[in-house]
């Protein structure tokens, strides 16, 4: 069978756990008490090796994610052990950072794990994550970033500036339309952190139905909108600062998109954002073992939509027709809108509609993107 696939290595995004240890006012993810049986775990790591072994690919990247992954090290390093043993040899796991410590940076550092670590500066973690007692989340700030020194002795076995592989630690700042206004201070502040430079910094708009409303809204008020090309203008001089000193600045857009800067500022625009290529270069495993073209669909809650996207399970693999469900997901047409059909029914209810945060996002982008190619031409 064909995989249709252009790239040479895949990552394999795996929904672990529903768990979670934070309370996030935006969390799009279905809350449970659930986690993936040994059984799944299993089946996942001996699945990953048969795409190798059948020529699929030539490597795999399996990311872990949740709900919360570190709130179950024995479980964590039980899938990690099985993949290994299946001959898969590097990791990513998403985390909020707060169960960080010495002894778990030591172990990702041994077993070749990269985190993305969910973190911004104190106003907005306060005002959106953690804890409905800003004491609280204060406290929980303050240990987060303290915690990022553990990893300093190993940022030089992690990777440095390049924007399409995977090996990275990486810092995920979620925009919401309430805390645009620190969204440069939190790029600032993971830029200057224990972890520095060696950090790729993935900015995510949060959606909801909820959050949707609140993202017409500022689209439709010029003052806000200003506001959020402003924050990007201040990224794009911390950009150019870090091109003079030899300290790079690197981002990603919504993990999915990545791209520099100097590459959105073209005659064409954002016709050459480099989108995920979902079930191809990227599959995501929910936790009992279904197969989707797309990680975010592995998060979900069951639904018909959900159901709809899947691709196989990782006990008896793909099935027929995957293709075509790939390209129904993933089309060109939805490209253009600089959204996917997932974001799309989050944000709106309904896959057709486009998620407006997406182009609200984009459009700022673009404008420090021509400033910094301006910038630049002046040397």
């Known amino acids: 069978m064909s995989s249709g696939n252009n790239s040479k290595k895949l990552l394999l995004v795996a929904h672990i756990s529903d768990k979670c240890n934070f309370q996030c006012s935006y969390c799009y993810s279905h809350r449970s008490k659930e986690d993936m049986s040994v059984k799944v775990i299993k089946a996942l790591a001996s699945f990953a090796k048969s795409l190798v072994d059948n020529k699929f690919y030539e490597d795999i990247v399996l990311a872990v994610e949740g709900g919360e992954p570190t709130l179950d090290m024995l479980q964590l390093k039980k899938l990690i052990k099985d993949a290994k043993e299946k001959k898969v040899d590097e990791f990513i796991v998403c985390t909020n950072g707060k169960k960080i410590n010495k002894k778990m940076a030591d172990f990702f550092a041994a077993n070749k794990v990269y985190p993305v670590i969910s973190f911004e500066s104190k106003k907005p973690f306060i005002m959106n994550r953690a804890s ?61 952190s224990a972890i520095g430079e060696k950090v790729l910094i993935t900015l995510m708009p949060a959606m909801s139905e909820d959050l949707e409303r609140e993202w017409r809204a500022l689209a439709a008020d010029k003052k806000a909108v200003f506001d959020l090309e402003k924050q990007f203008l201040e990224i794009a001089k911390l950009y150019l600062l870090g091109l003079e000193s030899g300290r790079h600045l690197n981002f990603c857009i919504n993990e999915c998109i990545s791209t520099k800067f100097s590459n959105l500022s073209s005659s064409t625009g954002l016709e050459e954002v480099p989108f995920c290529n979902a079930g191809r270069s990227l599959l995501g495993v929910g936790m009992k073992g279904d197969i989707f073209p797309c990680y ?57 509609k486009p998620a407006i945060a997406y182009s609200l996002i984009f459009n700022a982008w673009k404008k420090a993107a021509f400033h910094i190619q301006k910038e630049l031409s002046k040397n």
């Open 132 to 192: 409905p007692d800003p004491e609280a989340a204060a406290k929980i700030w303050h240990k987060i970033n303290d915690s990022l020194i553990f990893f300093v002795p190993y940022l030089d076995s992690y990777g440095h500036d390049e924007m399409n592989v995977f090996d990275s630690i990486r810092g995920r700042i979620t925009i919401t339309p309430s805390a645009i206004g620190y969204l440069a201070d939190s790029v600032n502040h993971l830029y200057r």
């Open 296 to 352: 975010l669909l592995s998060a979900a809650k069951q639904s018909l939509f959900r159901d709809a996207f899947k691709i196989g399970d990782v006990f008896d693999g793909f099935c027929k027709g995957k293709e075509k469900v790939i390209d129904r997901f993933c089309g060109k047409k939805q490209n253009k809108h600089f959204s996917c059909l997932y974001w799309n029914w989050i944000a709106n209810g309904r896959p057709d």
